[in-house]
């Protein structure tokens, strides 16, 4: 009984936990590989060898520890001690680790203030197994009570059942609209006929956002398990993880994963000696940020250009291959096993009224502490810059946070107490979006911002539809002529009419948000427009306003 | 084409595997030569057509050969706010190659990016597949150089 292979796994491991002195975690994200990662993660399983301590200590590379601009990261669980972090780790610091774990005494230098509020602040469901899972080692995450939600689905539960406890949680997708899980998952449930597929969107195109890539890297069976158990409650026995193609590590990480899984019966056929079958396929993307598009991403999963078509008739009743489709983003499945272990009315205590659990954040930017944050929805913006962020570097002040890349907006310093969840972010011209957080201080343009938005938007769009292939040129060239201090007041009228049009009459998701950047900030920080068209000055002096400069 | 034919094999011929097939051969020949395009869309009965169109509509293929070492900067929304734009104009000047092309010695190809995911270690740049993080326009030259120096001699 593979059920009991699986039992039997999670007590050995448990077993050589408990007989560890300690277990030695280096973050194994792509950050931090970066930065010498590797290098440590060698030298400390070398040290470990070397004093003879392979039974003691366990040196693990897990995903991403959150504290990126610090890394190398690593983390000291010990037996008898709280646990313990170092910054900058060198491969002589490890040494140094390692002899001080067998010594009983750890090195003080270079430790990380676990009792900052960048720590004490969080909160982990999605990013959980940071620091406890080796993102390699299925073992690992069986250990941590991993594939036991999918155990119960296949078990105990009917898939009607599996969706109302999603509906109940009030999970929504993480893609960055928001829609309720639990109502897609019931449609795609309903919709008549075989040969239904679940995909992941692990495409993740927004500039300044790396949520979806640190789970993939980090925790790959989680997300291979939401999808299982999302497709026994859709009836689906075929899966696609469509990855971008920037993220190699990423692809790597999952493919092992799955390798594992199937060799597990956790994945293919008869999972868990059920008559439930599911396979997962990866598709690699090719960089193309409408490709995100749900449309589009159907499109290039079929081996065509990722152009996107109108919607309805939506993925859910006609998607891969004219087959209903569930489609959704690599966070929204990483919540799926908590939500079914925990319950949905659990999970639903956690939030704000229309946004429930938490939200993983990427803060980068012009912010202290860069790095990837998880915490409930709900939370002032605030409280994520300063007190978990550590607020603005060199003694600079606050000026916009981004959310939502080229589809959100910038909120002003004016809104910081503003509590981060769905409604409260539209309410202000931005969206939630699938969790980039980008800090700017005074050394950025919004002009130039907005401008920097609108080319990205112009060199993406796919070129299907004529609003967003046209518009997008034209109001780049407008914003172009802002920065270079030769626009006028029409221009400004031409702007805001473009932006309504492209808004209102583009096919996809891209052009219909494409204005949303140059809305948010010519509401937020008209004075700065202003000054650009009426007195020809940048007041953050990044703009050249010159005709014959470069922006 | 002996592995190309293998990879087109593992995917039973699949029209639909056009874009693994296409990552395949540029991971194999460097890049996407018109030869290439047809063979494969003639192994996978894909009018030329849609190849051309595939290959050309995402921006990981490339249709003209590579330098012997490839630059890729990200001009994501973090790296663009740190400051990316005035390390790839240094570069521009200094290496008098245009964003999209190759040195003209064969050397370095300049390429941009719209995020590597790595926006914790803003600037980022790809150095021959190895991510740079906190980079400044004279960190970034003198990697370059490094490339440079060693490989012109
Ligand atoms: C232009 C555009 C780009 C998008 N990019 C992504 C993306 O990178 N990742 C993602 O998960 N969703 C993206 N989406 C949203 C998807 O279309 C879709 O709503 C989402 O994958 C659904 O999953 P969810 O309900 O779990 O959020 C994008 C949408 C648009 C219009
Ligand atoms: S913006 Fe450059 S790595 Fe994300």
Redesign the pocket.
């Known amino acids: 009984m593979i059920v009991d292979d699986i039992a039997a796994v999670r007590d050995r491991e448990h077993a050589a936990r408990a007989a560890q002195k300690a277990r030695i975690a280096v973050c194994s994200a792509a950050g931090c590989l970066s930065t010498g990662g590797s290098a440590v993660k060698d030298a400390l399983t070398a040290a470990v060898a070397e004093q003879g301590a392979g039974t003691d200590v366990r040196v693990l590379g897990t995903g991403c520890l959150g504290l990126c601009h610090a890394g190398p990261l690593v983390r000291v669980d010990a037996q008898d001690a709280a646990p313990a972090m170092f910054e900058h780790v060198t491969p002589a610091l490890a040494v140094a680790i390692v002899s001080g774990v067998v010594g009983g005494a750890l090195p003080a230098e270079q430790r990380c203030d676990l009792t900052q509020p960048f720590f004490t602040r969080q909160h982990r469901i999605v990013t959980s197994d940071a620091g406890v899972v080796d993102a390699e080692r299925i073992e690992d995450y069986l250990a941590a009570n991993g594939y036991a939600a999918l155990e119960k689905v296949l078990t105990e539960m009917r898939p009607e059942e599996v969706v109302r406890e999603i509906s109940a949680s009030g999970l929504?997708?993480?893609?960055?609209?928001?829609?309720p899980?639990g109502l897609?998952w019931s449609t795609v449930a309903k919709a008549q006929g075989p040969g239904k597929f679940v995909v992941c969107?692990?495409?993740?195109?927004?500039p300044g956002?790396f949520m979806?890539r640190s789970v993939l890297e980090g925790d790959p069976h989680r997300v291979l398990e939401g999808m299982a158990i999302a497709a026994f409650a859709v009836g689906a026995e075929q899966g696609y993880i469509y990855v971008?193609g920037e993220y190699p590590l990423a692809i790597t990480r999952l493919k092992t994963a799955i390798r594992q899984a199937e060799r597990m019966q956790l994945l293919g056929h008869r999972i868990l000696d059920t008559q439930f079958n599911f396979r997962i396929d990866i598709r690699i993307g090719a960089g193309a940020?409408?490709?995100?598009?749900?449309?589009?991403?159907i499109s290039s999963i079929e081996g065509k250009r990722g152009t996107?078509r109108p919607r309805p008739p939506f993925p859910a009743e006609a998607g891969l291959w004219g087959r209903p489709t569930l489609?959704?983003?690599?966070?929204?499945?990483a919540n799926i096993a908590p939500i079914i272990l925990a319950g949905g009315s659990r999970f639903a205590t956690l939030g704000t009224e229309h946004s429930k659990g938490t939200k993983v954040f990427a803060l980068a930017g012009r912010i202290v502490n860069t790095g990837l944050v998880e915490v409930p929805m709900g939370i002032p913006l605030r409280e994520i810059i300063y007190d978990i962020g550590g607020g603005i570097p060199d003694g600079r002040t606050f000026k916009a946070a981004q959310t939502g890349g080229?589809?959100g907006g910038c909120i002003p310093a004016a809104h910081l107490d503003l509590p981060v969840d769905y409604e409260a972010l539209a309410g202000i011209g931005s969206i939630m979006g699938?969790g980039g957080l980008i800090v700017m201080d005074e050394t950025s343009c919004m002009v130039d911002v907005a401008r920097y938005f609108m080319e990205f938007c112009r060199d993406?769009s796919c070129g299907k539809c004529i609003p967003c292939r046209a518009g997008t040129v034209q109001m780049h060239e407008i914003l172009l002529k802002m920065t270079r201090g030769t626009a006028d007041e029409r221009d400004l009228g031409l702007l805001e009419q473009l932006a309504e049009l492209v808004t209102r009459t583009s096919l996809?998701?891209?052009g219909?948000?494409a204005a949303n950047p140059v809305m948010s900030t010519l509401h937020h920080f008209r004075e700065e427009y202003m000054a650009h068209i009426r007195d020809k000055v940048c007041p953050a002096g990044v703009c050249p306003m010159h005709a014959e400069d470069r922006p | 084409m002996k592995m190309l034919d293998a990879a087109m094999k593992r995917h039973r011929h699949q029209p639909d595997s056009l874009i693994e097939i296409l990552h395949t051969a540029q991971e194999l020949f460097g890049y996407l030569d018109v030869q290439c395009l047809k063979y494969v869309g003639h192994a996978l009965k894909v009018p030329p057509s849609r190849v051309y169109g595939v290959a050309t509509f995402y921006n990981i293929f490339s249709l003209k050969p590579r330098g012997a070492h490839t630059c890729v900067v990200c001009l994501g929304t973090a790296c663009y706010v740190k400051g990316t734009a005035a390390i790839l104009a240094a570069i521009e000047r200094d290496q008098h190659v245009e964003v999209g092309g190759t040195t003209p010695d064969g050397q370095v190809s300049l390429v941009t990016a719209r995020c590597l995911g790595a926006c914790g270690l803003a600037p980022a740049l790809v150095l021959d597949n190895e991510i740079h993080g906190a980079m400044t326009p004279e960190t970034a030259l003198a990697r370059i150089k490094a490339w440079t120096d060693h490989d012109r001699g």
Request: with cysteine; net charge negative; glycine share 16%.
């Open positions: 929504r997708g993480r893609g960055g609209a928001g829609y899980t897609k969107n692990a495409d993740e195109g927004d956002a979806d971008r940020f409408v490709c995100g598009e749900e449309t589009a991403l996107p489609i959704n983003n690599v966070e929204t499945y080229p589809s699938s993406e996809c998701g891209l219909q948000t």
